[in-house]
Each structure stands twice: as structure tokens, then as C-alpha cells.
């Protein structure tokens, strides 16, 4: 189906850990963005991407990489999860000149132990 | 920097009674402005945009907003809630020509609707 998609959809690791969240979508759009969503600041973005390979820092890019060898994925990978990073994390993306119009993924839980 | 606040942290109302949920911007230039819903264990969904042309934004499911650039407000209203309209509600605001990365959200709005 037609759409973005992230999986996995919840997730538990430990402190330390490196730990990949996945991001698909269908509509080859160019912009793909990374959000994490937590109680008092809403929705912060971590990384965005313009089109493949490339990519931009957000307002909370510490202890995040990203990157985008196709149009399609846009992986987010916490190199070594911190109990700090326990969020909701969203993936985004939008159309070039679409208006800034984003479409949200159903979001990843991670809480880190 | 443009920033967004949205000015109630949680609106509660009963069913059928209108509701406005608040959000003023700031920004010294022309700006784009968003409201979205997020349902319980849901993404974000588009309600509706102000671009430019008419102030007045008609939206999904009998919502609109009003933009008003001498108060930099873009409130939104329904004039009869339904249950089904509990959710989180976010305004954001992206700069006119700006970059697609600088979509910029409040910290949302919780609208409970009560029987």
C-alpha cells in the first residue's frame, strides 16, 4: 500500500546499545524528516533529508545519525542509546513545492532501559 | 527565528459546545501555517493550511481557522465538537520561501470532548 511506514513500531533496548528505526515511504517524495516527540516540547526534529545523500541537522541531532542512500528510506540509528532518548519518534516526508505539507508515519516507541 | 505558541495546554469541552484552540506565531516575515491532529497512538494528520489568499481556512472534518497577520494568530475553531474530535491538536508555522526542514511546531494542544 501506498504510504510511509516505520518499523518497529515499539522497541526496548538497554543503555548502549546501537538500535536502527526504519522508514519507508511510496510516494518518492524528496524531503524525509526524523521528529521525537515528548510530554511538555512537542514535536523536535532531529535530522531532514532534501533527496538521497543528502542530509541536515534539526534542532536535536546529539547522539543521532541518519543517512539516505535512496529516495525511498530514511533509516535513524541511535549509535549508543541513552535513557534520554526514550521517546516517540516520528518520520516525515514531503513533496519538493508541495507546500510544506508533511505526512507522518504512525511513529516508533523506543524506551531505553 | 520564527517560534509558535500555543497558548492552552489542555481545552476540555463538552459534546456538541464549540471549541477554539489558540496558537499565535512569531515571525518578522511572511509565513505558511499548519494545524495537525494526532489521534491516540497515531502520526500527525494534516487538518489544514493557510498559504496565502483567503484568511479564512476551511479544513477536514468541520474545522477552520482564521489568520490574522496584525495579531500573528491563526486560532482554530469547530462550531460542535464530537468525542471522536479528542486528540492533540498542533499548530506550526514554516517561513514563506524557506527551507522545507524549518517546519516549526507548538507543543500542542490536548482537546478532551466529554459526553
Known amino acids: 500500500d501506498a504510504g510511509i511506514t516505520q518499523s518497529p513500531r515499539y522497541k526496548i533496548t538497554e543503555t548502549g546499545r546501537q538500535v536502527t528505526l526504519m522508514c519507508h515511504q511510496t510516494w518518492s517524495h524528496s524531503y524525509m524528516f526524523w521528529y521525537r516527540q515528548d510530554l511538555g516540547h512537542g514535536l523536535r526534529l532531529i535530522y531532514y533529508s532534501a533527496a538521497a545523500d543528502i542530509t541536515d541537522k534539526g534542532e536535536v541531532p546529539d547522539g543521532y545519525v541518519v543517512s539516505r542512500s535512496k529516495t525511498e528510506n530514511f533509516p535513524l540509528t541511535l549509535e549508543s542509546a541513552t535513557r534520554s532518548q526514550t521517546s516517540v519518534y516520528f518520520c516525515?516526508?514531503?513533496?519538493?513545492?508541495?507546500?510544506?505539507?508533511?505526512?507522518f508515519g504512525p511513529g516508533t516507541r523506543l524506551t531505553v532501559t | 527565528a520564527q517560534s509558535v505558541t500555543q497558548l492552552d495546554s489542555q481545552v476540555p469541552v463538552f459534546e456538541e459546545a464549540p471549541v477554539e484552540l489558540r496558537c499565535n506565531y512569531s515571525?518578522?516575515?511572511?509565513?505558511?501555517l499548519f494545524w495537525y491532529v494526532q489521534y491516540p497512538n497515531q502520526g500527525l494528520q494534516l487538518l489544514l493550511k493557510?498559504?496565502?489568499?483567503?484568511?479564512l481556512v476551511k479544513g477536514i472534518n468541520g474545522f477552520e481557522a482564521e489568520f490574522n497577520k496584525s495579531q500573528t494568530s491563526f486560532h482554530l475553531r469547530k462550531p460542535s465538537v464530537h468525542i471522536s474530535d479528542t486528540a492533540e491538536y498542533f499548530c506550526?508555522?514554516?517561513?514563506?520561501?524557506?527551507?522545507?526542514?524549518?517546519?516549526?511546531f507548538g507543543k500542542g494542544t490536548k482537546l478532551s470532548v466529554k459526553p
Open positions: 506550526a508555522v514554516t517561513l514563506y520561501g524557506g527551507s522545507q526542514g524549518n517546519l516549526i
Open positions: 515571525s518578522s516575515v511572511s509565513v505558511y
Open positions: 493557510y498559504l496565502s489568499g483567503s484568511t
Open positions: 516525515a516526508s514531503s513533496g519538493h513545492g508541495s507546500s510544506y505539507e508533511q505526512y
